[in-house]
């Protein structure tokens, strides 16, 4: 069971927007430790999305954008594009277990 | 760019030691911007981090792998490698390394990962 809890599977037509949400405690995303968000696809080294909760990396489209309120955070993709297809990670830092922490994934199927 | 490249053994009997060696191209692991990681994901689960080691040799593990867990550095390989004693079934997973800047900052990069079986 991961610290952090996404959705398993979120889906969406080409074009649309989705959002994947990762929840946390006090202890991580609410304790104002910053969220990180990877892309994965499997075989392949995981690629950092997202970083401080809403920077994103030279070379990641604008499509991508992260926010964070509270114990939440969330990762929005518009203009959804069967590229995007892959598996999404979140990642905080958790005080009461002293560790980076992570949420189960969450798979994108792009429809 | 910097890149990472884990190598080693894809089958492990029970009881017995898991090595693996992160190799670094395209940049020093001794620049001291960065703590080199390892994080493992078992098959259909999440991520979990196993800990990590700065250019200096100062580690830091998580508690619930710390008495099984050594990570080294070898500057003059720009390699850095994990020791996983004891294993068991529940130590099969993929096995990652990663670049970091620190407890809570993000990873970037990562290597693509290696697969390894904990059977008899």
């Known amino acids: 069971q991961s610290v952090l809890t996404q959705p398993p599977s979120v889906s969406g037509a080409p074009g649309r927007r989705v959002i994947i949400s990762c929840t946390g405690s006090?202890?991580?995303?609410?304790?104002?430790?910053?969220v990180h968000w990877y892309q994965h696809l499997p075989g392949t080294a995981p690629k950092l999305l997202i970083y401080g909760n809403t920077n994103r990396p030279s070379g990641v489209p604008d499509r991508f954008s992260g926010s964070k309120s509270g114990t939440s955070a969330s990762l929005a993709i518009t203009g959804l594009q069967a590229e995007d297809e892959a598996d999404y990670y979140c990642?905080?830092?958790?005080?009461?277990?002293?560790?980076?922490?992570f949420g189960g994934g969450t798979k994108l199927t792009v429809l | 760019q910097v890149q990472l490249q884990e190598s080693g053994p894809g089958l492990v009997k029970p009881s017995q030691t898991l090595s693996l060696t992160c190799s670094v191209s395209g940049g020093s692991i001794s620049s001291g911007d960065d703590y080199w990681s390892w994080i493992r994901q078992h098959p259909g689960k999440g991520l979990e981090w196993i800990g990590y080691?700065?250019?200096?040799?100062?580690?830091y593990y998580n508690p619930s792998l710390r008495s099984r867990t050594i990570i080294t550095v070898d500057t003059s390989k720009n390699q850095f490698s994990l020791k996983l004693r004891s294993v068991t079934v529940a130590d099969t997973a993929v096995y990652y390394c990663a670049s970091g800047r620190g407890a809570g900052d993000w990873f970037d990069p990562w290597g693509q990962g290696t697969l390894v079986t904990v059977s008899s």
């Open positions: 990642q905080s830092y958790d005080s009461s277990l002293n560790v980076s922490v």
């Open positions: 006090s202890s991580n995303i609410g304790a104002a430790y910053d």
């Open positions: 080691i700065y250019y200096s040799g100062s580690t």
